[in-house]
C-alpha cells in the first residue's frame, strides 16, 4: 500500500498532536514493508536496577504502531488503540537506544492490526513482541 505520509510528514503531526513525547522517538526508516522507529533512552525511561521500564518499551510499541497506521491512512488523530498484547523475553541493554520493527499486517476500512519487535540497539534477538490493533474513525 502507497504511503500517504512520509518520515518527515508523520514526525511533524506526531509533535502536533501528542507534544507530550516530543523529542522521545525518532523514526529510522518507513517504507511500505517496514517502520524503524526509536526511543531515545534516558534516565526517565529507567527503572531501578538501571533497565528500561516496561512502560516505556510498551509505549515504544505503541507509538510505532500508531504511526505505522497514520503513515498509511493520514492525518486522523483519533485513530486509537483497541487492544495490545506484549510479551517482554529479555532485559534491554544498558544506555543504548531501543528499536521498533513494526509491521502493518492488515489495514481494512475500521482496522488496522500490526506486529512489532522490539529490540536493544546492536542487538540481534528481539527483547518483546506486541501485537496491536487500532480503530480507525469513520471518514465524514
Given amino acids: ?13 506526531l509533535e502536533e498532536v501528542f507534544p507530550q ?4 522517538f525518532g523514526i529510522d526508516r518507513l517504507d511500505e514493508d517496514l517502520l524503524v522507529m526509536r526511543l531515545y ?4 525511561h529507567l527503572r531501578p536496577g538501571g533497565t528500561v521500564s516496561g512502560p516505556a518499551m510498551f509505549s515504544l ?13 493520514g492525518k486522523q488523530a483519533l485513530t486509537v488503540t483497541t487492544h495490545c498484547s506484549i510479551d517482554f523475553m529479555r532485559k534491554p541493554a544498558a ?5 521498533a520493527e513494526a509491521r502493518v499486517l492488515k489495514l481494512g476500512r475500521t482496522l488496522s492490526v500490526t ?26
Fill in 41 to 44: 533512552n534516558d534516565e526517565r
Fill in 21 to 24: 513525547v516530543d523529542g522521545m
Fill in 61 to 73: 510499541a505503541d507509538v510505532a504502531a500508531y504511526v505505522a497506521t497514520l503513515a498509511r491512512i
Fill in 95 to 99: 544506555g543504548v537506544d531501543l528499536l
Fill in 1 to 13: 500500500m502507497t504511503l500517504k505520509l512520509n518520515a518527515a510528514e508523520v514526525s511533524k503531526y
Fill in 115 to 140: 506486529d512489532v519487535l522490539l529490540y536493544s540497539e546492536g542487538e540481534a534477538k528481539p527483547l518483546a513482541h506486541a501485537s496491536l490493533t487500532y480503530s480507525i474513525p469513520p471518514r465524514g
